[in-house]
């Protein structure tokens, strides 16, 4: 199967009567313009693998950095690969260079020593608790489909998406979510063949709610095929790295076309450094100016509409302090997490920075969390998207403002 073929995705009929994971992909139709909608969009990029949150915001004012890493440390501004300094403690890896404009501007808030509080250092389970917002429980729901279903009186088919060939925990349970895949070609796929043909089969002489969701489900596939599919050019020049390009800039592309998305999802993996974490040539380099230049690409792109746009970058763990004995880092735990957009408080690195010494270090090897991740999600819940009942997306989490918001 090549990269452009349709993908087939089975859904039970239990799935299909209750229309809340359809796995869509865009078709190759004339786009509509349409101004970008003014509704609010939260936009979640998980970095899976563990960045390195020490190489993307360098503590160079701190020495122990430079006495644990002799060989993958990023070297002090001024030097060759230097970290660009943003404010006298921490400066940006080289690769993220292109970021400094939206720092500068106050678009581009950073939080150090972020994570959960947590100790495992399994990807898969870290992963299951930044989704579901529960630290230590997998069973639950995602965090981000409990705020959902808190106010159903903004539900419509496309209000949730996630950019991914399957559902996020983030996104699972009872609010519907649609579900991307491959860019040129739009197919919704169940156990009995087409979805347009099974809905119709199924609803055709139903009266109730379900044939409503079913026809509402129907108009949307015809809406996305026609507004949003597709050529694509970005607007104000910008430009998204070739393998991004089915990724965020797919959330611009909906934007665009009118669609008002509340919430969207996507992953960037290549995260999981062990080796090779030396220089520009290194693999975590190039990761990382692809994750700049798509960022950039996607706020040139939008444009002014970025005002009404919020992004947030995390990862399931940060790595250790010390270099392993491989040229990487190994599985760690506190990290670094980016928010970007209009409404952002920028230009600062928010959250107590613990420091490296060996007695602050937790369990000795690895960058202490002083900013539990559910600090900076409920800001974005409590300020951004106005959730006051923060409780019920963030059980047993006591919230105090970080403050990444402009009044």
């Known amino acids: 199967m090549t990269s452009d073929s349709p993908r087939t995705i089975q859904l039970s009929r239990r799935q299909l009567l209750s229309t809340s994971a359809l796995f869509v992909t865009l078709a190759a139709h004339p786009p509509t313009a349409v101004a970008a909608p003014t509704r609010n969009t939260l936009v ?140 040129s070609v739009l197919r919704v796929h169940t156990s009995q063949g087409s979805a347009e043909a099974a809905f119709q089969q199924l609803y055709a002489n139903r009266r109730d709610g379900l044939s ?38 797919q959330v611009a592309r909906l934007l665009k076309a009118g669609f008002e998305v509340e919430v969207a999802w996507l992953d960037l993996g290549g995260w999981d450094s062990h080796v090779g974490q030396r220089g520009s040539g290194s693999a975590l380099a190039k ?57 952002v408080r920028g230009g600062k690195v928010h959250g107590e920075w613990p420091g490296l010494a060996k007695k602050d270090l937790f369990f000795g090897r690895d960058l202490e969390v002083t900013t539990d991740y559910r600090r900076v999600l409920s800001d974005v819940a409590q300020d951004y998207l106005g959730l006051n009942d923060l409780e019920k997306v963030f059980p047993d989490y006591r919230h105090r403002r970080l403050g990444l918001f402009k009044d």
């Open 44 to 183: 979640c990029i998980c970095l899976r693998g563990g960045l390195d949150g020490l190489s993307a915001l360098v503590p160079y004012g701190d020495s122990r950095y430079y006495d644990l890493r002799p060989s993958v440390a990023i070297p002090e501004p001024g030097k060759p690969f230097g970290c660009i300094p943003i404010d006298g403690r921490f400066g940006l890896h080289p690769s993220l260079d292109g970021l400094m404009p939206l720092y500068q501007s106050g678009e581009l808030a950073l939080v150090h020593a972020a994570g959960s509080p947590h100790v495992t250092r399994s990807h898969f389970e870290a992963q299951d608790y930044l989704e579901t917002g529960v630290p230590g429980n997998a069973a639950m729901d995602g965090w981000l489909n409990r705020y959902l279903a808190m106010t159903p009186e903004r539900e419509h088919p496309l209000r949730a998406v996630a950019i991914s060939p399957s559902l996020p925990r983030a996104l699972h349970g009872p609010a519907p979510v649609l579900t991307m895949v491959n860019p």
């Open 212 to 249: 409503k969701s079913a026809q509402s489900t129907l108009r949307t596939i015809d809406e996305v095929r026609q507004r949003a599919g597709g050529p694509y050019t970005p607007a104000n020049g910008a430009r998204y790295p070739a393998s991004e390009k089915r990724n965020l800039m």
């Open 287 to 343: 990761t990382l100016k692809k994750l700049a230049d798509t960022l950039v690409a996607f706020s040139t792109d939008m444009g002014e509409a970025m005002r009404n746009i919020v992004v947030v970058v995390m990862t399931e763990f940060g790595r250790t302090v010390a270099e392993n004995g491989t040229g990487g880092t190994d599985h760690g735990h506190g990290g670094v997490i980016f928010v970007l957009g209009g409404p």
